[in-house]
């Protein structure tokens, strides 16, 4: 996810797993998702789904770690962010390309879902 603004935190992205990305994705818009977007609501801030990728939790800590590692953050594998692919490759295989990307619509924030890349 994607913020509209740097938090006081210096964060603009939040990365997580779900099964039900509406639900889940309902439940951090309202301040009741994770701590991380909790906080980024409470400041004011609009939460975007920028991308998704079809994995598991354990490809979720990679990637978490990876951002981690260096402080790079995420806003290298961001669309909505000016991009470095610097990913190394064993992630790059993990990740494959994206299943599907996701449109913000505004603050009702619906979810459109473009057409799976051949
Ligand atoms: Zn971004």
Request: glycine letters at 10%; one cysteine or more.
């Given at each position: 996810?994607?913020?509209?603004?740097?938090?006081?935190?210096?964060?603009?992205?939040?990365?997580?797993?779900?099964?039900?990305l509406q639900?889940?994705y309902g439940?951090?818009?309202?301040?009741?998702?994770?701590?991380?977007?909790?906080?980024?609501?409470?400041?004011?801030?609009?939460?975007?789904v920028?991308?998704t990728?079809?994995?598991?939790?354990?490809?979720?800590?990679?990637?978490?770690?990876?951002?981690?590692?260096?402080?790079?953050?995420?806003?290298?594998?961001?669309?909505?962010?000016?991009?470095?692919?610097?990913?190394?490759?064993?992630?790059?295989?993990?990740?494959?390309?994206?299943?599907m990307?996701v449109y913000c619509n505004?603050?009702?924030g619906s979810v459109a879902r473009?057409?799976?890349?051949?």
């Amino acid at each position: 996810m994607h913020f509209s603004g740097r938090t006081t935190e210096n964060r603009q992205h939040y990365l997580g797993f779900s099964s039900d990305l509406q639900r889940r994705y309902g439940q951090h818009r309202s301040g009741w998702g994770a701590n991380e977007t909790r906080k980024t609501i409470a400041e004011g801030l609009t939460l975007t789904v920028a991308q998704t990728w079809k994995g598991t939790p354990a490809l979720e800590r990679r990637l978490k770690e990876w951002s981690r590692d260096g402080r790079r953050g995420f806003y290298r594998i961001c669309p909505l962010c000016p991009r470095q692919d610097d990913l190394p490759p064993d992630l790059t295989r993990a990740l494959g390309s994206p299943s599907m990307r996701v449109y913000c619509n505004g603050d009702r924030g619906s979810v459109a879902r473009a057409r799976e890349p051949r």
